[in-house]
């Protein structure tokens, strides 16, 4: 009988720890998306870059570390919830919405004249030197071409748009620039990175780097690569932008956190994106 | 609702004939069941699409009736047998009296 008992609890142990191992990585797979156009392979995972080969030897979208149900969704264009929304901003793209009847058509013609923007985002504005998320781009066009109110940074209009816009360049590999003049802003964003934040005293680096792969209660942490931004979020039925996902991440650590589009977070964009550097850009992406 | 429902429709291009083809169709639609609250605590009036149909040359492949439980961008997708090239015809019908439409061809391979 006691032999029994010890021989269950041996197979329980065992069970757990498999169990455990096969949380504790990423999934191994490839994404092949069935669009309109055939049929799309998309880079989720590529030689770390230069200036995280010490800490990591590969880098991992998001995409590998959720279930299979989530990851199926993303391989067909139909079955992929966040194309409503990409079409969504294509009838916006095409509305004569602006103050004297200005459409972004009427100055852009097509939304594929972007193709490849996103791979490159956030940058440096050669006229300004300002760094520039993809809704600053979009907030000037509104308020200054169009002349009308700002939209919501997190809006719905906003990430209409950005879905739109990150659709172009699917497929095309991130390379954003973190030397010239995106140095300093680069350095900011790192130092961030490395920041404890909040009651809990979490930086960004102790889910995201050291213990990427393992359960945070019910959650696979990632490596937090943003390349799927914009994502829909089935926990939200709804679009959720890189600024959104941060202010959620500090949030968590129970801090009062920075605002969406402000300096701190264009920083972390910037210096989160080139950590992807070599993965590709997948649209529109599908998360838990 | 009109401006923000958008219809999309998945057919395969050719089929041969006497085939069993899938057919997969969504629509966006925030499908308000009537049973919320507002911050204020008025009832968020019913707003739903409460029927779908599929016709393949005029012929009926599906009716739906949907009730308010159904979620937001509703989503079917069935099985359609098809003897001869032609058109399908989805409709779906709003609450509020709208009527969205597609169509799409196919071709017998």
Redesign the interface.
Known sequence: MRRTITTQLAATALGLILAGAAWADPVEDTLVIDTDDGELEIVTKAPAPDHLKDVMDTIWSGWHYREDETRDLQRDDFDNPAMVFADRGLDRWNAEIGANGESCASCHQGPETFKGLRAVMPRVDEKTGKLMIMEDYIQSCVTERMGLEPWKVTGDEMKDMLALISMQSRGEIVNVAIDGPAQPFWEKGKELYYTRFGQLEMACANCHEDNQGMMIRADHLSQGQINGFPTYRLKDAGMVSAQQRFVGCVRDTRAETFAAGSDEFKAIELYVASRGNGLAVEGVSVRH | MAS?S?P?V?VPKSASAGEVVTI?A?I?HKMESGQRKDADGNLIPRSIINRFTCDLNGQNVVDVAIDPAV???PYFEFDAKVDAAGEFKFTWYDDDGDVYEDTQSIEIA
């Open positions: 923000d958008k999309r998945k997969k969504l966006s979620s937001t961008n």
